[in-house]
């Protein structure tokens, strides 16, 4: 258990923070995609991508034409967020409804990743965070192409994460009201893969079974 800091520590509901850092990396590793904010020209923007985790550092890639790597290449501070929803929590009144969630919000300096390997690797990380098997499974980068993707660093040394899980929090006088109340859970599930235009053949195992962590 790691002790929050001042930009990580949960104010609002704080039985529901987590500082566990196995926690945090399972949220991060189940997530497809993230919310990144930043200030770029003096206005606050948020942009979603796909992320991944590699140890404690969450990295990102995209055009060097994404107004998001833009910015965050020049060392900027960013608020990242992750989000998975586990259920619609149903209270007997709507001061109660919730949802049964498990999120992540990280603090950090993007940095700009030059080193060769590094990126390689980053590339790799993010392949393998959507699709387990697909790097080794499809036509290498090219040079040309790698050099036309930026991918961007953040430390995960700042981040904490927040649940919420359970039935819904009904007042004691509310409880003998004759109104349904509790979970309904939400699960992502992938359907049948659809082939492209010229592909006569089975998806491979890991997409005809596609599943996410946890």
Not at 117 to 130: G, Q
Not at 135 to 155: G, N
Request: one cysteine or more.
């Amino acid at each position: 258990m790691e002790a929050p800091t001042p930009r990580t520590e949960v104010h609002r509901l704080p039985e529901r923070a987590v500082y566990d850092r196995d926690v945090i990396n399972a949220i991060l590793d189940e997530a497809l995609f993230c919310h990144v904010g930043f200030i770029d020209s003096g206005f606050p923007v948020v942009i979603p991508t796909i992320h991944a985790r590699v140890g404690t550092t969450l990295y990102f890639h995209g055009s060097p034409a994404s107004r998001m790597l833009r910015s965050m290449k020049q060392g900027i501070e960013v608020s990242v967020a992750v989000t998975i929803l586990d259920g619609l929590v149903v209270a007997r009144t709507p001061f109660e409804q919730s949802l049964n969630f498990r999120s992540v919000i990280a603090f950090g300096e993007a940095r700009l990743v030059d080193d060769p390997d590094e990126k390689m690797a980053a590339l790799k990380a993010v392949t393998e965070h959507v699709t387990p098997g697909r790097w080794e499974d499809s036509r290498p980068s090219t040079k040309k192409e790698v050099q036309a993707t930026l991918v961007l660093a953040v430390s995960l040394d700042e981040a904490s994460a927040k649940v919420r899980t359970g039935p819904p929090e009904d007042e004691e006088d509310d409880l003998g009201l004759a109104y349904w109340a509790g979970v309904v859970p939400l699960a992502f599930v992938a359907e049948e893969p659809i082939p492209d235009e010229g592909v006569d053949w089975p998806a491979p195992d890991y997409l005809a079974n596609y599943s996410r962590p946890g």
